[in-house]
């Protein structure tokens, strides 16, 4: 199976931005990788909503800056089972998944996935203040650089994704899930890119990548044992 890292928190908390820069470091090390987000297949989703004018029951609403809100929570469920459906049909071993999404509650949302499919997980939760979020989503989306930097309205980011979820990742998800504590991560991110990034650097040489090379050491030595085993 693949390493798959859960990258969590608000949006404007900086999970894009990590999994852009680890994608960038992973490369750097020759090895393979996914990026998988339910902002994209939200957005796909949404698209086709916005193009049907017969549509009965509407789970988005347009907003400004090619952006959209979501109305009917019920689509963030659907979203997170097709994400897991993905992931599973694109599985490699020694292959990095990055899976990017922000909840209110993670305690609940989580419980979409399966339990075999969270076990050899990592989850890297990204904390910034609300109204730092806020400002952040507001000037990405005013002069987008990436394909990242879409819009979100105020009112979703102080209402729906106003709680504070850090508590739960801190103390009780890796109970949970019957996860090693030392697989879930919380990282500030209320000061300067720079520095931001010498944290996620810092994770990812520790933790991720000898996690991504013992993976490939168990594929190579799986592989040769079949060689082995055809040429008996």
């Not at 949302?109 to 910034?128: E, G, H, I, T």
Request: glycine residues 4%.
């Amino acid at each position: 199976m693949s390493v798959k890292l859960f990258l969590l928190g608000r949006p404007g908390s900086g999970k894009s931005m990590a999994a852009r820069y680890m994608l960038k470091l992973a490369s750097r090390k020759g090895l393979a990788t996914g990026r998988i987000n339910d902002y994209s297949i939200l957005y796909q989703w949404f698209q086709v909503e916005r193009h049907r004018s017969n549509v009965e029951h509407r789970y988005f609403q347009e907003r400004e800056r090619d952006g959209f809100d979501v109305i009917d929570f019920s689509v963030l469920r659907l979203a997170l089972e097709e994400i897991q459906k993905r992931i599973i049909r694109n599985s490699s071993p020694g292959k990095l998944i990055f899976i990017e999404f922000a909840r209110d509650n993670y305690s609940e949302v989580l419980q979409v996935f399966d339990r075999d499919f969270l076990r050899d997980a990592y989850f890297l939760f990204l904390d910034a203040p609300v109204p730092l979020c806020v400002e952040r989503v507001y000037k990405r989306s005013l002069h987008p650089k990436t394909v990242d930097d879409h819009f979100v309205s105020k009112e979703i980011i102080e209402g729906y994704y106003g709680m504070d979820c850090r508590s739960y990742i801190e103390t009780k998800l890796a109970s949970e899930y019957l996860l090693d504590e030392t697989k879930v991560r919380v990282i500030d991110n209320n000061g300067t890119v720079d520095d931001f990034l010498l944290k996620i650097r810092r994770i990812f040489d520790e933790e991720y990548l000898p996690e991504l090379q013992k993976a490939e050491l168990r594929q190579i030595r799986s592989i040769n044992k079949g060689v082995s085993f055809m040429c008996s």
